[in-house]
């Protein structure tokens, strides 16, 4: 799967919004985490702006940024031959951002999400305006010789599943640990939490404990 891959197979905004924030609270819980895991979600990043982001920790990451106009996507595969650490001058892949609205042009110089001289940490872009019916993206090639060229796969390849169950295969195999599918398909539909929904991802986890976190992280009804 590359970037192109990606566009296609996301779902629509407001679909995608519920889906990030569901893997962000699902993390909360399974890790018991205060700072979150894998996943998380800010639903006050910005003025008027929410974000998701994925960081494994090895320097692997993406942030999709929720803003009045639509949205912005980012990732990062420090294993990439596009990464813009790859030559001796930082530089953005070619093609990244070409075509990219006027409405996201702050968040590729956005310095969180930059590295030196201002340059975009990134291997893979998207966005998508609110008045859009597809997910857009740069014209970009891709060197030979890579079956995942851009890191896209593996930095997205759950969020494009979008479903409970591969959720489930990733964090069971993360947090080496056998996890109910019943219930997180619960979180992942953003039901309201209960105690017997935590204990069953999480022994010992009081729900009161969780509960603000994932308030904190723009889940319903906490």
Same mark, same amino acid.
């Given at each position: 799967?590359?970037?192109?891959? *990606? ?20 993390? *909360? ?37 929720? +803003? ?12 990439? $031959?596009?990464? !813009? ?23 590729? +110089? ?32 891709? $060197?030979?010789?890579?079956?995942? !060229? ?26 080496? +640990?056998?996890? !109910? *599918? ?9 039901? $309201? ?18 509960? $603000? ?6 889940? !319903?009804?906490?």
């Amino acid at each position: 799967m590359t970037i192109y891959d *990606l566009t296609r197979a996301l779902p629509d905004i407001a679909t995608l919004r519920e889906r990030c924030r569901a893997m962000a609270a699902l993390e *909360l819980v399974i890790s018991g985490n205060g700072e979150g895991g894998y996943f998380s979600y800010d639903p006050a990043w910005g003025d008027g702006e929410e974000a998701a982001f994925m960081e494994n920790g090895s320097g692997d990451e993406y942030a999709i940024v929720f +803003t009045a106009d639509g949205v912005f996507g980012c990732g990062f595969d420090h294993e990439s $031959p596009m990464s !813009p650490w790859g030559d001796e001058d930082t530089a953005l892949w070619p093609g990244l951002v070409d075509g990219i609205p006027e409405a996201f042009g702050q968040l590729v +110089t956005e310095p969180s999400f930059c590295v030196e001289d201002g340059v975009l940490q990134a291997t893979a872009v998207f966005w998508r305006e609110n008045g859009d019916t597809a997910w857009r993206t740069g014209t970009v090639e891709f $060197p030979d010789g890579h079956a995942d !060229p851009d890191g896209t796969d593996y930095l997205f390849k759950i969020l494009a599943a979008g479903t409970p169950e591969a959720y489930r295969d990733f964090a069971e195999d993360y947090y080496e +640990t056998d996890l !109910p *599918l019943e219930a997180i398909r619960h979180v992942w539909s953003l039901r $309201p939490l209960t105690q017997e929904i935590v204990d069953a991802l999480n022994p010992g986890l009081p729900l009161e404990a969780v509960g $603000p976190r994932l308030g904190g992280a723009g889940y !319903p009804g906490v």
